[in-house]
Nanobody, 117 residues
Framework: QVQLVESGGGLVQTGGSLRLSCAAS????????MGWYRQPPGKQRELVAT???????NYADSVKGRFTISRDNAKNTVYLQMNSLKPDDTAVYYC???????????WGQGTQVTVSA
């Protein structure tokens, strides 16, 4: 099992920045890709960004050029640096980690990000 704990959410004004962190514990040796999803109010969960164990990244079109995902394997932590935030970025952000064999996906509890106009 893998446990994921997110931190760093909060309230920020339009144009501001936040940095989310997600610390993994437990069977961390089994983790391959990690990333972030978000769920805006009244909408479905959507993929924001992913990073492989080798450091390759992928982003949703809506956040390209504004968000940066990174990973510190020594600290078993993945980060999401969010710049130039917009009200449309308001959502609960969830960290995830994939088991190396694809048999499981672990989720964090979510952290609220609110961007005021």
């Amino acid at each position: 099992q893998v446990q994921l704990v997110e931190s760093g959410g909060g309230l920020v004004q339009t144009g501001g920045s936040l940095r989310l962190s997600c610390a993994a514990s437990g069977s961390i040796f089994s983790i391959s890709a990690m990333g972030w999803y978000r769920q805006p109010p009244g909408k479905q969960r959507e993929l924001v960004a992913t990073i492989t164990s080798g450091g390759s990244t992928n982003y949703a079109d809506s956040v390209k050029g504004r968000f940066t995902i990174s990973r510190d394997n020594a600290k078993n932590t993945v980060y999401l640096q969010m710049n130039s935030l917009k009200p449309d970025d308001t959502a609960v952000y969830y960290c995830y980690a994939d088991r190396y064999d694809g048999r499981n996906r672990y989720w964090g509890q979510g952290t609220q990000v609110t961007v005021s106009a």
